[in-house]
C-alpha cells in the first residue's frame, strides 16, 4: 500500500452478523483510541443476502457489549461490484469467503484481498470460525481471534498512512 490520507478497509464474513460486524466494532473502538477514526474508512459486509438489513446476531452483541465494543449502529449487507474499487483492504473471514470474493473480484482489485488473521501474530494463518450454531463461548473466542489481529491491522494501518498517523 502506498502512503495515503485515508485507508479504506471491508471485514468480510458471509452474512455480516456475527464475525464481520464484530471485526468492524473492535477495529472501530482501537481506531477511536488510536486517535485514526478520520483517517480510516470501516465497514462490513457478506458474501450472501441472507441476512441483509438486519442487526448483529444477539449473540455477537452481547460477547461485545461485555469487552466494551458496541454493534447496535451496524446493519448487514451484501459485498458488492463497488466494494473492490472502494476498499484498500477486503478482509475475508474464512477461505471459503476469500475464495467467493476471488470469484467475482476483478483482477486487478485481487492484491485487496487477503485473510483477516493474516495480521494475528497468535493465529495467523487460520480462519475466524463461525459461532452462528455453536454457544456463547464460540462468540468469544471470535472476539479473542478479531482483538488479537486488530493490533496487527491498527500497524499496517499506521504504515499506510505514514507520517499522518
Request: charged letters at 25%; aromatic letters at 8%; glycine letters at 8%.
Amino acid at each position: 500500500m502506498k502512503q495515503t490520507d485515508q485507508v479504506a478497509i471491508l471485514m468480510v464474513c458471509m452474512g455480516n452478523i456475527c464475525r464481520s460486524p464484530t471485526a468492524e466494532g473492535v477495529f472501530r473502538k482501537r481506531l477511536r483510541e488510536a486517535g485514526l477514526e478520520h483517517a480510516v474508512r470501516l465497514d462490513s459486509a457478506g458474501t450472501h443476502a441472507y441476512h441483509v438489513g438486519k442487526s448483529p446476531d444477539r449473540r455477537a452483541q452481547q460477547a461485545a457489549t461485555g469487552r466494551g465494543y458496541d454493534l447496535s449502529d451496524l446493519v448487514a449487507r451484501q459485498v458488492n461490484i463497488e466494494d473492490f474499487t472502494r476498499f484498500d483492504y477486503i478482509l475475508a473471514m474464512d477461505l471459503d469467503n476469500l475464495s467467493d470474493l476471488q470469484r467475482v473480484c476483478p483482477q486487478e482489485h485481487r492484491d485487496k484481498l487477503r485473510l483477516f488473521l493474516s495480521f494475528s501474530p497468535t493465529y495467523a494463518g487460520q480462519e475466524v470460525p463461525d459461532p452462528y450454531y455453536g454457544g456463547a463461548q464460540g462468540f468469544d473466542l471470535v472476539l479473542d481471534m478479531v482483538e488479537d489481529a486488530a493490533a496487527g491491522l491498527l500497524d499496517a494501518v499506521r504504515r499506510d498512512l505514514g507520517p499522518i498517523a
